[in-house]
Nanobody, 125 residues
């Protein structure tokens, strides 16, 4: 089992940058694929990015490709989402999620068993 805590959200102007962090508990963090999802007001939660256990394989939603970068440091039990060139439509609560196993998850919520509480990102125009 793993527990996840996000941090790093906040208010930023359009064009700015933020780095989200996800801290994981437990001693087997490297056994989990990890992902970021987001939920805007009145909308369903959507996939943002994913990274495999080693960090050698990543995937992104089309809407964030070229602007966001997912990464992880297994020895620190940490995952990150570097968000550049932010747009007002990136405004949402961002969640980190974990999926046990070495396979690469599909970009859907049901692939992930463990979730953090979320961190708010607000991008002003």
């Amino acid at each position: 089992q793993v527990q996840l805590v996000e941090s790093g959200g906040g208010l930023v102007q359009a064009g700015g940058s933020l780095r989200l962090s996800c801290a994981a508990s437990g001693r087997t963090f490297s056994s989990y694929a990890m992902g970021w999802f987001r939920q805007a007001p009145g909308k369903e939660r959507q996939f943002v990015a994913a990274i495999n256990w080693s960090g050698g394989n990543t995937d992104y939603a089309d809407s964030v490709k070229g602007r966001f970068t997912i990464s992880r440091i297994n020895v620190k039990n940490m995952m990150y989402l570097q968000m550049n060139s932010l747009k007002p439509e990136d405004t949402a609560i961002y969640y980190c999620a974990a999926r046990y196993g070495l396979g690469f998850p599909r970009p859907t919520e049901d692939e992930y068993r463990y979730w953090g509480q979320g961190t708010q990102v607000t991008v002003s125009s």
